[in-house]
């Protein structure tokens, strides 16, 4: 069983059972690939994955979701879990979001939707440790 595991975070089930399937051919049967959608389902997600002896290496989030959103999410999880990969997905982020991502969330990227899967997993292997 895999000790590393994705968090998917969107609040739309057609784009996380995509992105799921996409991440799963790409990086195959070594992780763990987890989908909430929304912050709040996340973060159980995420003390779960964590309570079950699994480290959390990527979390791809939506920005515009109800509630909280992607920016702020993952400037959340860079303080409390700083190794994490973050990747930003959005469809309607506008400029000062996406610097606020970067600024403070410190996402290695942030990708437009739709997201071309090639250039999503090569940025995520190149955060994830060797």
Known sequence: MSEAAFVLVDDDKIVLDSLRGQLRRAFGPGYVYE???NVSEAWEVIDELHD???RTVVVVSDWLMPGVRGDEFLRDVRARFPDIVR???TGQADEDAIERAHRD???AEVFYKPWN???L???IRRELPE
Do not use: H
């Open 87 to 89: 990747i930003l997905l």
């Open 121 to 123: 997993a090569g940025a």
């Open 117 to 119: 899967i090639d250039e």
């Open 105 to 107: 969330a410190k996402v």
């Open 35 to 37: 989908t909430a959608e």
């Open 52 to 54: 079950d002896g699994l």
